[in-house]
């Protein structure tokens, strides 16, 4: 199952990722999350960002944001953490972001929200989550603990963000095994065509000095030429990264199956793309995530 040369087919969780992140991602670029997280008392967009991510976390400290977040610069998120529990709650938080995911995903998918294939996508992706260890996934785990929704677009939401997190805590493993901090991550998905540096640095709160400098230790490395462009070491540095993070999202859907994995894809992909074509999710945007 899964299988392609007699190696797990990486693939699988490639093509998960992209059909299911935007309707994750949603959230974040939603006018709906906005105005809920200025009704429960945050300032500015950053720190509904950060809080309304890190809720599930409980009134954390920076420094637990930054570890669980990893590519963003501690000093950004210091700007919004733990002072966003001076003015909310993670729970008052967390039930914002809920209920702008309600508002936005109604405007963005209309009729197709009370549909049996979105009801059949959202069983699916619940039970896909059934096959998530919590051991070493620390935002994941924490997600897992918060309660399920009961109206299907919802479960779809939050199924899709919690296997996202699953995936994002796998990701900074990957990049933690190679050396790789959170800057020169930045660095080394633009060094390969991947992300514009003005499409990201900007948003990760990292200074144009931040930057040379991962630039200058990656080409200590050996990982980029002086031109900035990845050398053939940093190709594959890359591809061993992303392989590694593929690698350790495949536990949900070897779960799932291959059959019921096929009809959620099938299923999930028509969503994201009205998701995108409505404007809810930009293309390029931050995450680097493809049309679905």
Known sequence: ?????????????RTAWAVLEPYNAMIYFAPEAREAYKEVGLK???MGYFASRAAPLGAVSASVVSATFYNFHPR??????????KFSTPERVWSARVQAADKALRRLLGESIASHELAEAAQLAR????????????????????????EPHLVLWHAATLLREYRGDGHIVALLGEGVDGCEAHVLQGSVGNIARESI???RGWSDEDWQAAEHRMHQRGLLDKEGR?????????RA???????LALPPWQHLGEEKYKRLIELV???????????????????GSPRP
């Open 127 to 150: 039970e896909a989550v059934v096959g998530c260890s919590v051991i070493g996934r620390t935002l994941f785990a924490a997600y897992s603990d918060t309660k399920w929704p009961e």
């Open 230 to 238: 990845a050398t053939a070491s940093g190709k594959a540095l890359h």
């Open 76 to 85: 950004m998120v210091a700007r919004a953490i733990p002072d966003a529990w």
């Open 44 to 46: 500015g967009f950053w």
């Open 201 to 203: 640095q900007p948003h």
């Open 1 to 13: 199952m899964f299988i392609a040369n007699d190696q797990p087919d990486l693939s699988v969780a």
């Open 269 to 287: 992909r028509p969503l994201s793309t009205c998701i995108v074509d409505q404007g809810g999710v930009p293309m390029p945007n931050p995450m």
């Open 241 to 247: 990264i992303e392989n590694r993070t593929d690698w």
